[in-house]
């Protein structure tokens, strides 16, 4: 598959939005000051982000985890009310009421992270049902760790969506850490892509560090699914770079393997490749990180400016 | 009026006039398509709608309810069944974290319209996995809606209330009503949701009842009326959200409440009913307010212990009885 030029640029651009989006928000929340509730931060996983949601048109949905920024970035959501979500604003994308952990924007096609691990994958299958009902050619990818394989929503969700051949992506990134327990101790096999034989559905694993290799996967795994053939599942092997939240010591991890996964960080890594391949120069490079940062300043200010929801916003919406 | 229709026909009519109303309705589950439902509550749909509308799944009661839900909010009105309701546990994560709580969380971005059936079988000796009665626990759950009919009319409408909804809803049916007949109004009708119904207008002591106790509670009734005591009696049919002005209305007239459920006395419906009433209507109550419902204990597959279990009729009687000196 020959990735076009415009392609490699998206690319690009939707991983630095990310963790430029990631990095300023690391900082806002670290203050102390702005930002309530808990923080998941998924860089050094922004390529499993890009390189599938590259892969999707808007009216495709995704469900996606605790640590979901990215993903939601990378499909394509306004950092503006996200951000206004993040600081718990009324105008942020769920009006202030769901934070980091739990936001959707329905318009782009984020129907949901999720705070409790494994659950999206249930609702994915629902959603990919409807569109399968309404004849769409949409589908569905639902972003996972490695930690919700050990779920029965994992087992039930893939039997099901296979059972009734919905165009379900299950998308595994792997991080090494299901929140603080590595993986060697709760997963008995190497690669989660041999589980998928076990529902008669296509498994594949790759490095998720490498863009391009994650756009190219993800995208027979698109077309697959709107081909009708039932679900398919990615794994990416990739590194969460920050703890489980913000604030995780870390004290779990052993002495250099952080500074081994930062040598193969996606977003750096991919900026040597374009640069070396010319696709873009140094400006170029330059243009799109400050592009990104505008975004994200432009977010930041729109949040603050946003004034937090009145009381009565507890009780309204309840019941639509 | 129409002929007589079976508790189970009417869940089934309200089902099928739905389908055919609406293309975004379908219904899932285990055995709900070709068998037609464990006890063949969807029969014939499957050969009236297709396989693409009547969707037989594996054993995954978690995903069945949850993928209702992303499909509900992806535009689909799911009619899911859940068998007996202690399989329900099995989905509380998705009707309470999700479901429940979508529309709200996401800033009113999505509706959830699903129905999820469950089937109480207390009096079966079915035992203690497959005859609790739990409405208590999702009553508690704000952006459920809890409905438990007591007839074949308010069964049928009561469903296509539920169907219509925007919002999740339990619909609770008792089996051991199934066999119940009633004749039925002609053409398209609905039991609107939250709102209790009078069932018989009395002076002496208000009864409300929940779900299949409306069988036992008109039993009591006669049997009350032959001592001349006149009750008046509720069937709260919507279980969440309350309709507590129908209640506080009557027991001003009455001074006199109890109320009759088969699910445990603790932390059970009663128990808020009496709080609400006690609070709001306090001046009005010339007795403590009483409840009869199953004790504190596990229900039992043994027939005499299930019994003792149960609120039933008499029990009923005895209790307005004292309440009455």
């Known amino acids: ?320 | 009026m129409g002929k007589p229709v079976m508790f189970q026909w009417a869940i089934n009519h309200a089902i099928a006039e739905e389908m055919r109303r609406d293309p975004t309705v379908f219904i899932i589950g285990e055995d709900v398509g070709k068998p037609g439902g464990p006890f063949g509550v969807t029969r014939g749909l499957l050969d009236e709608f297709g396989p693409e509308r009547a969707v037989d799944t594996p054993i995954s009661e978690g995903t069945i309810v949850g993928m209702c839900a992303g499909a509900a909010a992806a535009g689909l009105r799911p009619v899911a069944e859940i068998m007996f309701m202690n399989f329900i546990t099995l989905c509380v994560e998705e009707l309470y974290n999700q479901a429940s709580k979508m529309h709200w969380m996401f800033g009113a971005q999505v509706k959830l319209p699903m129905v999820v059936r469950a089937m109480t079988a207390g009096g079966y000796g079915a035992g203690p996995h497959h005859s609790s009665s739990l409405e208590g626990w999702f009553a508690s759950m704000p952006g459920l809606k809890v409905v438990m009919p007591s007839t074949p009319v308010n069964a049928k409408g009561l469903m296509k209330a539920a169907i219509r909804d925007d919002n999740p809803v339990l619909y609770i049916e008792p089996l051991s009503s199934y066999k119940l007949k009633a004749e039925m109004p002609e053409g398209d009708f609905i039991t609107p949701i939250g709102k209790c119904e009078i069932v018989k207008e009395g002076s002496d002591i208000t009864i409300v009842t929940v779900g299949r106790m409306l069988q036992e509670s008109l039993k009591a009734v006669d049997q009350l009326a032959k001592d001349g005591v006149k009750p008046e009696l509720i069937d709260l049919l919507t279980v969440s959200p309350l309709d507590m002005d129908t209640i506080y209305t009557s027991v001003k007239k009455t001074h006199r409440l109890v109320i009759i459920h088969e699910a445990k006395e603790t932390m059970g419906i009663g128990a808020e009913i009496a709080a609400l009433v006690q609070e709001k209507a306090f001046d009005w109550l010339d007795a403590p307010v009483a409840r009869v419902a199953a004790p504190f204990t596990h229900i039992a597959f043994q027939p005499k212990l299930e019994q003792h279990y149960m609120p039933d009729a008499g029990k009923l009687v005895a209790k307005v009885k004292t309440m009455l000196g």
């Open chain 1, 1 to 320: 598959m020959k990735i076009s030029k415009d392609i490699k640029i998206d690319l690009f651009t939707r991983m630095v939005k990310v963790r430029t989006f990631e990095d300023d928000t690391n900082k806002i929340f670290m203050a102390g000051k702005e930002m309530p509730g808990f923080l998941h931060l998924s860089q050094g996983e922004d390529a499993m982000a890009a390189g599938t949601c590259a892969n999707l048109e808007i009216n495709d949905a995704i469900y996606t985890t605790h640590r979901g920024h990215g993903c939601i970035i990378a499909k394509g959501a306004d950092l503006k009310p996200m951000m206004a979500e993040l600081f718990g604003r009324i105008d942020g994308c769920c009006k202030g009421r769901a934070g980091s952990m739990h936001f959707a924007d329905v318009k782009t096609g984020c129907m949901g992270s999720n705070g409790v691990v494994g659950e999206g994958m249930r609702l994915a299958v629902g959603t990919a049902f409807a569109q399968k009902y309404n004849k769409t050619n949409n589908v569905t990818a639902v972003f996972f760790g490695e930690g919700a394989s050990g779920t029965g929503s994992f087992h039930e969700s893939f039997n099901m969506a296979a059972t009734l051949k919905l165009p379900v992506i299950f998308v595994c990134s792997i991080n090494l850490y299901a929140q603080m327990t590595h993986k060697s101790v709760h997963i008995a096999i190497e690669d989660m892509a041999e589980r998928a034989a076990g529902y008669g559905a296509p498994g594949v694993t790759f490095d998720g560090n490498d863009v391009e290799v994650v756009y190219e996967e993800v995208a027979k795994a698109v077309k697959h699914c709107r081909a009708g053939k039932g679900p398919y599942l990615v794994e990416g092997k990739t590194y969460r770079h920050y703890g489980h939240y913000i604030g995780d010591p870390c004290n779990y991890r052993p002495a250099g393997e952080l500074e081994e996964w930062m040598k193969k960080d996606p977003v750096v890594l991919y900026e040597k490749k374009l640069l070396k391949e010319g696709v873009l120069d140094a400006k170029g490079v330059q243009q799109v990180k400050d592009e990104c940062k505008r975004l994200v300043d432009e977010a930041v200010e729109y949040a603050r400016k946003s004034p937090q929801p009145d009381i009565e916003e507890l009780y309204v919406d309840i019941f639509a």
